[in-house]
T-cell receptor, first 114, second 110 residues
Framework: EPEVTQTPSHQVTQMGQEVILRCVPI?????FYWYRQILGQKVEFLVS????????KSEIFDDQFSVERPDGSNFTLKIRSTKLEDSAMYFC????????????FGPGTRLTVL | RKEVEQDPGPFNVPEGATVAFNCTYS??????FFWYRQDCRKEPKLLMS???SGNEDGRFTAQLNRASQYISLLIRDSKLSDSATYLC???????????FGTGTRLKVLA
């Protein structure tokens, strides 16, 4: 069964460093998303991406964040200058249908900012 | 009022029991509804979409009540493997982003 994959599974970085989280969505999907979940809290939407551009973003997704689809398979989230509060699990998701919009999530990248 | 609200639990039930969770949402124009399951430190996994007419998948039944703005999940004949956090997800009008509830923890006891 096709699935969303993410790398790395765990990333440890120093405050102020740049990180890039990588995702490979399900191959025939058209819509891509990033969510985050701080430990013990709910899953929060960051950004959605369709047709090579951001379609929606939350207030969390400020100028420190960017997304890119550099080729036909990868979808990346970059955090330019990490802060302690960026420590969280980051989930990539993809969906193939406009209606119903069932999203399928990758296993996540645990980001730890020291 | 929170956009999506769930009782965090935990619900501790014996194997074989029937358990039900509710979730309320604030935006009456919300368009799509889902139940996801999340195991500890894992990704949310789609359990079922929730349709206006209600839907059933094996031991799981989901209902939507638009008038009262809540969705429910019923689990019959609980198994140990059903122990997880159940996430209520809503999509609001004019958007595709998911709005998650905080989740309801279920522990099924032997």
């Amino acid at each position: 069964e096709p699935e969303v994959t993410q790398t790395p599974s765990h990333q440890v970085t120093q405050m102020g460093q740049e990180v890039i989280l990588r995702c490979v969505p399900i191959s025939n999907h058209l819509y891509f998303y990033w969510y985050r979940q701080i430990l013990g809290q709910k899953v929060e939407f960051l950004v959605s991406f369709y047709n090579n551009e951001i379609s929606e973003k939350s207030e969390i997704f400020d100028d420190q964040f960017s997304v890119e689809r550099p080729d036909g398979s990868n979808f990346t989230l970059k955090i330019r200058s990490t802060k302690l509060e960026d420590s969280a699990m980051y989930f990539c998701a993809s969906s193939g249908q406009v209606f119903h919009n069932e999203q399928f999530f990758g296993p996540g990248t645990r980001l730890t900012v020291l | 009022r929170k956009e999506v609200e769930q009782d965090p639990g935990p619900f501790n039930v014996p194997e074989g029991a029937t358990v039900a969770f509710n979730c309320t949402y604030s935006n009456s124009a919300s368009q799509s509804f889902f139940w996801y399951r999340q195991d500890c430190r894992k990704e949310p996994k789609l359990l079922m979409s929730v349709y206006s007419s209600g839907n059933e998948d094996g031991r799981f039944t989901a209902q939507l009540n638009r008038a009262s703005q809540y969705i429910s999940l019923l689990i019959r004949d609980s198994k140990l493997s059903d122990s997880a956090t159940y996430l209520c997800v809503v999509i609001g009008p004019g958007t595709y982003k998911y709005i998650f509830g905080t989740g309801t923890r279920l522990k099924v006891l032997a």
